[in-house]
């Protein structure tokens, strides 16, 4: 299994080492935006390469994780569990598809 608390750390590194922003995170949050553009974009187009721009998009994860103190491995194993337990009801989209509605409740307001 991949440490993503030791990936969180060797991409700060780099970061670091290249002379990278590590401090404005509002550009952090658009970088990582453009990337999922771009991977949005060529998967569109039927192009290689989604998901080189999915590693990309999860560097700038992984950076902003490690700027921000927050431990990405403990959320996403945290929220996965939550999602696991959530309930939804279905309903239609307009154009006949699936919607999934989350149903708040106690536990999970």
Known sequence: MIDLKQLQKEVMQNKIEKGFNTKNVALEFCRAHEELSEAFSKHNK???????????????????????????????????EINKNRKYKVSKSPEGEDVFIRIKTDEDP
């Open 46 to 80: 039927n192009q290689e390469g989604v998901a080189e721009e999915f590693a990309d998009v999860m560097i700038f994860i992984l950076g902003m994780c490690e700027s921000m103190g927050f431990d990405l491995e403990k959320e996403l194993v945290r929220k996965i």
